[in-house]
């Protein structure tokens, strides 16, 4: 069963940069997309990246586009999310998810979750 885990939320000020990881284990990633989602309190979930299972299509949300980068190292069965030029409207929970689709979007429906990590923006 595949399983994933989140890694790498913390407290970082704004304009700070921090690195989010979603490791995987139980199966390979090499077949599957990982969308990044977030969820603030009292807001509704919100996708925030995704990328192919070939790691040669990407997509962003509007709000993070220029600011964070999504990648994958099969090799290291883990997909990041390096978020620079923090703002206090990313604090969020930031969950990975991954599902055997072709292509990706931030809209698409992913079958596998991890639990989460939290991201808080704050000086």
């Known amino acids: 069963q595949l399983q994933l885990v989140e890694s790498g939320g913390g407290l970082v000020q704004p304009g700070g940069s921090l690195r989010l990881s979603c490791a995987a284990s139980?199966?390979?990633?090499?077949?599957?997309?990982i969308g990044w989602f977030r969820q603030a309190p009292g807001k509704e979930r919100e996708g925030v990246s995704c990328?192919?299972?070939?790691?040669?299509?990407?997509d962003y949300a509007d709000s993070v586009k220029g600011r964070f980068t999504i990648s994958r190292d099969n090799a290291q069965n883990t997909v990041y999310l390096q978020m620079n030029s923090l703002k206090p409207e990313d604090t969020a929970i930031y969950y990975c998810?991954?599902?055997?689709?072709?292509?990706?979007?931030?809209?698409?429906?992913?079958?596998?979750w991890g639990q989460g990590t939290p991201v808080t923006v704050s000086s």
């Open positions: 998810a991954a599902d055997a689709i072709e292509g990706c979007g931030v809209h698409d429906e992913y079958a596998y």
């Open positions: 139980g199966s390979t990633l090499d077949y599957y997309a």
């Open positions: 990328i192919s299972s070939s790691g040669r299509n990407t």
